[in-house]
């Protein structure tokens, strides 16, 4: 097995490297990770390290570094509260899902969210107002935002372009890590008209063996092909999974793919959907990392050959392959396999002359619908056939855009005609997508008969009308002055609420995933006394639903 011990040899290192700042753990003690930087997400990579906090709030989170505080933001998702601080070499740390700042941050965020009349806030104070010491306590991790369990959220981004890098590299010895990652399947891509690979399925289980993991079986191939991989990595004391930093794929003792996952744009976070089996992921759930890299695909952590890492299978003999991967730590495994090679009769691309190109602009059109495809948003050449057909709820045809589930580079615009269904008010149209049995409102405008609105993906889409307003249940208050509502909302999606008390602002907190209206009156700001509190909710669609209780202050 000597390929495999150059295979060994010619791991390049990580290109991460600290400046002169000593970084510290936000947290002391021992560290435990949910999820590691990198991990593929629905649409993005993971940005930064999420800490595991016991499964509960109120942990003190610290500088990480001496520095001030650059951004304070509030959002009803995302990160929910989150905190900017920048350090003496111009990187910045991100602290995100936080339960609370700081009492000096948090009452000039309080002031400002008052002063623009809004929750959501995204501030940025200034270099000399909030300055930090390293260990200094900076805020309280939590669960807000799109946070499903209570955690921190953790990033470093570099100085230059705001780019997040992989915060192993600055204390990565802090974490105990003996467990090297592991391939689950490796899958297997023939090019259309030029590749053909024997034995059922493209994705093929990987089995254990003493020296590694490899296939059951050899598979016969010819022609030009790409392949893929199913893995995860494993850390001590856990039993999450989580992404793998390095892959590389040898194919004779030739390096033909690399990934390394240590830094990217957030320009590049949609080539997520290049990079991995989009159809795959929509189908069955599971994520495959494909080993060679589509021509629109500009994402910076890939790298391979001069095919992109399609590589041909042109003789009649065994090819040796081994997948190299490896985490920050240096634990690697290795998973071994034989493609045997046998000509054999390739069938012809059945749909070559019907394939978009992936560096031009396109207009697809058909009767009632047009999406409007601009230059760079096609990951590859790619098929987009649409049809069309009678939906009884719906203000339009309901159309299939694309037969095979479908990412684009950058939002398309997609345009559809309104057909039956006609309101006196336009702005009652709103664009749908269908999933499953319901439907996920993508917004929209109405303008001489059609509605648009942008896209990402294909699928299967349709006018809708929503006339009805959100519907808001009262819920048990916890405290004193505390009054919460749960928001029903199934159509166009809500846009907009606003909470008074005698027709002054006060200020009402929003949670998107739980979809959840917080108020809370105490701390002086009502006056003792009787007073009206009025709250109004409006859809995207201009529907409102207002409510109004007397409530006693004292």
Known sequence: MRYILLVLLLLAPCAVRPGDVDYRPPFAGDLLLSANFGELRSGHFHGGLDFKTGGVEGWPVRAVADGWVERVAVSEGGYGNALYLRHADGRMSVYGHLRAFMPSVSAYVDSCQYACESYVVDLYPGSGRFRVRQGEVIAESGNTGYSFGPHLHFEIREADGNEPVDPMAFFGESLRDTRPPRVHAVAFYPVPGNGRVEGGSRLHAVRSTPSGFCLPDTLEAWGRLGMGIRANDYMDGTRNVYGVRSVVLYV????????????????????????????????????????????????????????????????????????????????????????????????????????????????????????????????????????????????????TVGNEPLAFRREVRLSIAVRGHQVADPGKYYIRKRAGRRYASVGGSFCDGWVSAEVRTGGVYSVGVDTVPPRLTALPSPSPYTYIYKVEEEGAGLASYRGTVDGRFVLVAYNAKDRLLACRLGGGRVPPGWHEFRLVVNDACGNAVEIKEPILIK
């Open 252 to 399: 004779d003792s030739a390096e033909v793919f690399r990934s390394t996952v240590e830094r990217f744009s957030f320009d590049e976070n949609t080539c997520i959907d290049s990079w991995t089996d989009y159809a795959a992921r929509c189908r069955k759930g599971v994520w495959v990392m494909k080993s060679f890299i589509d021509p629109g695909n500009s994402l910076r952590m890939l790298q391979a050959g001069g095919d992109r890492g399609i590589f041909t299978v042109d003789e009649e003999r065994d090819y040796r392959c081994a997948y190299v991967l490896e985490d920050y730590h240096r634990n690697r495994s290795v998973c071994t396999f034989i493609l045997r090679g046998r000509r054999m009769d390739i069938p012809a691309a059945s749909d070559a002359a019907s394939l978009l190109r992936y560096d031009e602009a396109h207009m697809v059109q058909a009767p009632g619908l047009e999406l409007a495809v601009p230059r760079g948003s096609l990951f590859c050449d790619t098929a987009l056939p649409v049809s069309g057909r009678v939906c009884a709820d719906a203000a339009s045809l309901e159309y």
